[in-house]
């Protein structure tokens, strides 16, 4: 702010301290570069005190050509008369970085479409930010303020480009929603300077669409077991087996048919999935493994 202190300038005199030999005054002769003010510090005569005299505006390392100014410092003894002696030394005045500028979402909706069952990341958020890059007051850390109950999406800061990486880590259903909207918020990692706050365009929307996948039937329950006499009719039910298709909204119809049968004993209703015999069953056929034949039937969609 306007009369910081930024430094103290000191020199000394030989002469006999008790007289106006040693009497010191100091001036600023030069200061580089000139802009945005030819005067943008000033220094206490008898102290050496080198203090800001613009607005802090002036002072905002962003909209400055250089953050580096060099002061021509003069220091003249008979109390700054002009039979004084002088000597110079340079001032050199660093401007450090504040964080004074927010993060702000380059857009305040962004769109991203993922599949069901996939998880990573599905859209890179970007934010603009006018502090000095590569510092705490420039590097962006985002948060997900809504929309995420079920915690199946993150989000991370890219290192190198600042940008929000937005990921599912949770395979989302089209079933269940077939859109999800989440928002967000950006702010940094060192603190904003007191006047300074965060505004509107520190959050932003996602608006995100889950695209239907065509999953396979499931059987209930998988494996199913039964348990039937040796030598039963030929045409004897077994059981009757029954699988759903998880693509609810697609009203598919399902077919079964027999994927593995080692003694070619079953047979199946393509309809509606009932398990019947073909031959005689045997139990000292070397299919049968401790009282166990095992065989298996699948299920397919329509689509």
Same mark, same amino acid.
């Given at each position: ?8 300038? +000191?020199?000394? @005199?030989? %002469? /006999?301290?008790? !007289? ?5 005054? *100091?001036? #600023?002769?030069?200061?580089? $570069? ?91 958020? +970007?934010?603009? @930010?006018? %502090? /000095?890059?590569? !510092? ?5 850390? *985002?948060? #997900?303020?809504?929309?995420? $109950? ?94 759903? @298709?998880? %693509? ?56």
């Amino acid at each position: 702010p306007l009369g910081t202190t930024v430094m103290r300038m +000191t020199a000394f @005199d030989a %002469d /006999d301290s008790s !007289t106006d030999n040693a009497l010191l005054r *100091y001036n #600023i002769l030069k200061q580089t $570069p000139t802009k945005p003010s030819p005067n943008m510090f000033y220094i206490d005569p008898e102290k050496g005190d080198i203090v800001t005299v613009v607005s802090p505006v002036l002072l905002d390392r962003e909209t400055m050509e250089t953050p580096k100014y060099e002061l021509v410092i003069e220091a003249k003894d008979m109390g700054g008369l002009d039979v004084g002696l002088t000597g110079t030394a340079t001032a050199t005045i660093l401007i450090d970085d504040k964080n004074d500028h927010p993060p702000e979402f380059t857009k305040k909706e962004f769109q991203a479409t993922v599949k069901e069952g996939v998880t990573g990341v599905i859209v890179n958020l +970007t934010v603009g @930010d006018r %502090d /000095d890059p590569a !510092t705490g007051a420039w590097r962006a850390v *985002y948060t #997900i303020i809504n929309g995420n $109950p079920g915690q199946s999406f993150e989000i991370h800061t890219n290192p190198q480009t600042n940008e929000g990486m937005l990921s599912v880590v949770k395979p989302l259903d089209y079933e269940i929603s077939a859109f999800h909207t989440l928002l967000i918020k950006v702010e940094n990692e060192d603190p904003l300077i007191p006047d300074i706050a965060y505004g509107p365009s520190s959050t932003a929307t996602v608006q995100i669409t889950v695209e239907d996948v065509n999953e396979g039937p499931v059987f209930h329950p998988n494996p199913m077991t039964v348990t039937k006499q040796e030598n039963i009719p030929i045409g004897s039910v077994v059981l009757t087996v029954n699988a759903t @298709d998880p %693509d609810t909204l697609q009203h598919q119809t399902i077919r079964y048919s027999v994927y593995k049968d080692p003694a070619g004993w079953l047979e199946i209703n393509p309809t509606n999935g009932t398990i019947g015999t073909t031959a005689v069953l045997d139990r000292e056929s070397p299919y049968v493994q401790n009282n166990i034949y095992t065989a298996l039937f699948l299920a397919i969609d329509s689509g």
